[in-house]
């Protein structure tokens, strides 16, 4: 079962007693449980009917015991579990033994009075364990991973919408491309230009270049952007805001390096017949970043990107070891990089 079958069920009344949501998108995994939360607790009731736990803190049968004890005035409660590691590989960290015998008992036999939420923020599950075994055969299992290229712009677009404004799918992406791949973030700027527009408005994309603050990091991708474009000016007018920023020019080069580095390996996993997800999974990468990388790539031979790169770190040597002024070499490498 996939998050928005889930979802629906939810909605219709079908609720499992036991669910584990794992993956890295926390995100959705937080929206996800705040549904949960607002389906079966009353905000009047939410001390008789709400319960949260760290497994970090807590063992496990101190949960069980919550679990298995009949609720006060309410009809159902909800207890949600965090930092669950004991549903991965590895060992479980920290100071607190877990009996989980006693959590495979319960999941055997769950009770009726309460919903159980494990939450896990890591990609994968050890499915050697029993007690993932054990899980997906009686609850839930929902996986939480990042959306891809073009779910993630059309998840902005619904966002927007749900707030009673507008926006084209050319101005979600360069909403993306301006406040990164964090759905979060993305949720918060949303907010904001929405409010700005007011209800019924339109997202327009000069509010956005007006009110979304670009991370260095976002700042960099845009000026190799704009470097593949063969656009020098745009990218020398970013490069000298970043200075005004006082952003470390050294800085600058090795997230320019970066950014070329993913250009070649995405361009190399492509000729090899990988599919954007297979190639995000490999470079743990979101695949939204992919997929502008792989478009940035074919603006560029392989062999160009390789001595791209073999310049840059020619550039960072010089650049630590006094032979050339900071600014002046990224200067020079960005002239050069001009057609």
Known sequence: MDAKTAAKDIKQG???????????????????????QNTLVDRDQRDFAFAAFDLAETPIEVVVEEAET??????????????????????????????VESLLSYIGNPAEHSVI????????????????????????????MPLGGGELVQWVVREVEKRGCKISREAAEALVAAGGVQMATLAAEVDKLCLYAGVGGIVEAAAIEQLVARSTEQNVFAMVEHIAALKLEP???????????????????ALIARQFRIMLQVKDLGRQSYSQQQIASQLSLHPYVVKLAGEQSRKFEAGRLRNILSELAELDYRMKSGQIDKVLGLELFLLRLAP
Request: contains cysteine; glycine residues 4%; hydrophobic residues 45%.
């Open 14 to 36: 079908r609720i499992s007693p036991l669910y584990l949501c794992y993956g890295s998108e926390k995100y959705q995994i937080q929206e996800f449980v705040a549904l949960l």
């Open 70 to 99: 009949m609720p006060f005035l309410v009809e159902r409660k909800l207890i949600v579990v965090r930092d669950s590691a004991l549903f991965t590989a590895g060992k479980e960290g920290g100071k607190i033994e877990h009996k």
């Open 117 to 144: 939420v494990f939450v896990v923020n890591n990609e994968k599950l050890d499915e050697r364990k029993k007690v993932v075994k054990a899980i997906k055969a009686v609850g839930t299992v929902l996986s939480f």
């Open 235 to 253: 990218a020398l007018r970013i490069f000298y805001e970043l200075l005004k920023q006082r952003e470390e020019p050294i800085k600058i080069a």
